[in-house]
Nanobody
């Protein structure tokens, strides 16, 4: 069973950048597809990006495509989300998640078994 801890959230002005990081422990990191989700106030949790076991494939939500980049380092057991050109609508709690199935590309929260506690990202206009 893997434990996930996010970091790197904060307050940033529109147009700025943030880099989120998620540290994993307690499992075989390279055996998980890793994903990022976010949940704004009063909204459902939504998919942001996912990366395959060795990082060879990524998938990104249309709302952040071209602005956000997911990456992983299996030697350090970390996954990151580089967020550029941030917009006020990107304001949300961002969650790291792990999927232990053999599939890649899942976009529904229910398809991920393990979750971090979340980190707040606030983008001011």
């Amino acid at each position: 069973q893997v434990q996930l801890v996010e970091s790197g959230g904060g307050l940033v002005q529109a147009g700025g950048s943030l880099r989120l990081s998620c540290a994993a422990s307690g499992g075989t990191f390279s055996s998980y597809v890793m994903g990022w989700f976010r949940q704004g106030p009063g909204e459902e949790r939504e998919f942001v990006a996912a990366i395959s076991w060795r990082g060879g494939s990524t998938v990104t939500a249309d709302s952040v495509k071209g602005r956000f980049t997911i990456a992983r380092d299996n030697d350090k057991n970390t996954v990151s989300l580089q967020m550029n050109t941030l917009k006020p609508e990107d304001t949300a709690v961002y969650y790291c998640a792990a999927d232990q199935s053999l599939r890649f590309g899942a976009r529904q929260p229910r398809e991920y078994e393990y979750w971090g506690q979340g980190t707040q990202v606030t983008v001011s206009s």
